[in-house]
């Protein structure tokens, strides 16, 4: 079987070719983990793979509490997404501990 005009990303049940004996072999990028790629896939369809790109961390966020324990929390955009199987993106969200110490904390009666 050839996967020689279609590459397929994550799991795909349609994309699949006959290969050896009159058995499916799949040009999916799943096949990796199971085993049952057809016999090009590697030459054929990793070279079209694009993996995930991101940007930039952005700024932490303010405390989400102004007095006492809180969160904050900053993010990361996609600036090129996976194609043909490439690799997934990383966490686009962090979150963080923190103490939120605003000057009117502790005066309140």
Do not use: F, I
Not at 77 to 95: A, I, S, Y
């Amino acid at each position: 079987g050839s996967c020689r005009h279609r590459c397929c990303p994550g799991r795909n049940n349609a994309c699949w070719a006959l290969g050896a004996r009159r058995a499916r072999c799949y040009c999916d990028s799943y096949c990796q983990r199971t085993g049952d790629c057809c016999q090009d896939y590697l030459a054929t369809c990793r070279r079209a793979a694009v993996g995930c790109a991101v940007g930039p961390w952005g700024p932490w966020s303010g405390c989400s509490s102004p007095c006492g324990v809180g969160s904050r929390a900053r993010s990361r955009q996609v600036t090129v997404p996976p194609r043909h199987g490439g690799d997934p993106c990383p966490d686009l969200k962090q979150r963080r501990g923190c103490l939120g110490q605003h000057p009117t904390c502790g005066t309140a009666k």
